[in-house]
């Protein structure tokens, strides 16, 4: 069974601070995505990692995947009250199944 | 509309009754998901179908569960005889083929079987 155990589960931080927010596993992905989730709203995909070692930036944001391709990771610099919610991983395989990470729900306080 | 569109928004039941969950995919998506959200957690994948043919059922919590497509369109979750613990949000999303990656979200059914 693919599993993905994400950490922190919890994360409250003040506004201008970093964070980093790893997800991880046993299992070898062809890719790895990383969504944000709103109360009340579905995931929206932030951005998709493919090649082992692949580092992505999305403005303040920062994905890395793993050089095994087991691991990934979301870097926020200066965080942002607008940055709150859950996030979650999703890993891909050579089919269909995405298999989601557990989350992590962080909030940021101004 | 553009989006994944999922209805009812909110559902509440009684234990023991069936209810069905409808979600409209975004025009020319082939490929469609179901998963189930509970209360501050991850999500746990259900189904999976590529037009209307439903590869893998295997996360399926139980025969209790079933689902099916039409074509390349509407997808309906039934949950016959419902318990307590299947109270969650149950997420739809769909993707233009199951290999480009991005899978777009509906905003849920939320069931709450008392």
């Known amino acids: 069974t693919q599993l993905l155990e994400q950490s922190p589960q919890f994360l409250s931080i003040q506004e201008g601070e970093n964070l980093t927010v790893y997800c991880n596993s046993s299992s070898v992905f062809s890719s790895l995505q990383w969504y944000r989730q709103e109360p009340g709203e579905g995931p929206v995909l932030l951005v998709t990692?493919?090649?082992?070692?692949e580092v992505k930036k999305l403005k303040r944001l920062t994905f890395q995947f793993g050089d095994a391709r087991k691991d990934s990771s979301l870097h926020i610099t200066a965080a942002q009250p607008g940055d709150t919610g859950l996030y979650l991983c999703?890993?891909?395989?050579?089919?269909?199944?995405?298999?989601f990470g557990t989350g992590t729900r962080l909030k940021v306080l101004a | 509309g553009a989006g994944v569109s999922q209805s009812p928004s909110n559902k509440v039941t009684e234990k023991g009754k069936d209810v069905e969950l409808r979600c409209d995919p975004i025009s020319g998506h082939t490929a469609l998901y179901w998963y189930r959200q509970r209360l501050g957690q991850g999500l746990e994948f259900l189904i999976y179908f590529q037009g209307n043919s439903a590869p893998d059922k295997s996360g399926l919590p139980s025969d209790r569960f079933s689902a099916e497509r039409t074509g390349e369109s509407v997808s309906t979750l039934t949950i016959q005889r419902t318990q307590q613990e299947d109270s969650a949000v149950y997420l739809c999303?769909?993707?233009?083929?199951?290999?480009?990656?991005?899978?777009?979200f509906g905003e849920g059914s939320r069931l709450t079987v008392l």
């Open positions: 999303a769909s993707s233009r083929d199951s290999y480009t990656g991005e899978l777009f």
């Open positions: 999703a890993g891909g395989g050579r089919t269909y199944k995405y298999i």
């Open positions: 990692v493919v090649t082992g070692g």
